[in-house]
């Protein structure tokens, strides 16, 4: 037979193999799908009741807008020993960039001024008997300076990089989408918004006739429009296995390369959307409208005031004031 010590030494063991196991097979995910710090809200649905019993009725609306033109702003920084030479360097380098893309006439470029300031560095002054001396001596000047290049074909800006890169100007700082159609985009927005909110008031007359016909009422509305520049997240693709060790040790990470995608918003909390499927970057508009019913308060009649005149025999008798 075996014995009680025997078998608790078995479960002890086993114990400690499965903790060893989920030590060392666990992970630390890196990826946008399953990070901690990543929350989703909840699916449920959770309405409130009004405020004082008032009735409230929106609708939301949501608009993808394609961009009908760009500009892409790229950063170039220029040092030299003088004015003169940092200037004629720079110059040439934004030269070469512009040989190929000006020869586009749908592309339009403009060079904006950052920065001219002067460049110092440290000279080291011995002297007997003491101890060194730093002193900031002029090394040169640094001039830095914007370059906006507006399109209307996105797949230009792969041939715009090609070109700048042979001047070798890499900073691309950001791109910003513009669109001309937004006010009829906002029109439209809100004249779907109005004819639900219409169909949405009639429902409640069906439930609640006697209240919201002739009950007070306020309206109000109002738009959003998200930037796709805006909309940019970051996250780090990768998975470190963790160590389960004895001793302390010293342990070297390695840098994770950081990502970047494109979240735009979501649509699941509007009452409709127009151009709902989104393959590319683009110009959000939203638009939501509110009308308030405020509760009906039951009129309380007055009733009319009675006089009653006591004679002085005693005789009660009831006057009229018509």
């Known amino acids: 037979m075996v014995g009680k010590s025997q078998i608790m030494k078995q479960i002890t063991t086993l114990l400690f193999l499965l903790l060893v196991a989920s030590s060392v097979f666990g992970q630390v995910p890196g990826n946008v799908n399953y990070q901690n710090r990543i929350s989703y809200s909840s699916t449920n649905i959770d309405i409130g009741f009004p405020r004082n019993s008032d009735v409230l009725i929106n609708v939301k609306g949501l608009a993808n807008v394609k961009a009908d033109s760009y500009v892409a702003i790229f950063n170039l920084t220029q040092v030299g020993k003088t004015k003169k030479e940092v200037n004629s360097l720079i110059d040439e380098r934004i030269n070469r960039a512009f040989e190929n893309i000006k020869s586009n006439p749908k592309v339009e470029t403009y060079v904006d001024m ?10 080291v002054e011995k002297k007997i008997f003491s101890k060194k001396n730093y002193n900031e ?7 830095k300076k914007n370059i906006h290049i507006k399109y209307s074909n996105p797949n230009l ?5 090609s070109d700048l890169s042979k001047a070798e100007i890499y900073d691309l700082i950001r791109v910003d989408y513009f669109s001309n159609n937004l006010e009829s985009v906002k029109k ?3 004249d779907k918004a109005k004819i639900l909110l219409q169909g949405k008031l009639k429902s409640y007359e069906t439930i609640l006739p006697a209240n919201i016909s002739s009950s007070e009422k306020q309206l109000t509305d109002g738009y959003k429009v998200l930037l796709p520049v805006e909309m940019y997240r970051s996250y780090q693709a990768y998975s470190s296995p963790s160590l389960n060790l004895r001793k302390p040790a010293n342990i070297s990470k390695t840098e994770k390369s950081t990502t970047l995608y494109y979240q735009p918003i979501i649509d699941k909390e509007f009452d409709f959307v127009i151009n709902p499927v989104i393959l590319e970057p683009v110009i959000q508009v939203l638009y939501e409208i509110k009308l308030k019913v405020n509760k009906k ?7 009319d005031k009675e006089y009653i005149l006591i004679t002085p025999n005693g005789d009660i008798k009831e006057l009229s004031m018509k």
């Open 188 to 190: 439209q927005l809100s």
């Open 114 to 123: 950052i920065s001219f300031v002067p460049v110092y560095e440290y000279e």
């Open 297 to 303: 308060k039951d009129k309380i009649q007055k009733a």
């Open 137 to 143: 001596v002029p090394a040169g000047f640094e001039l």
């Open 157 to 161: 800006l792969n041939e715009i990089v």
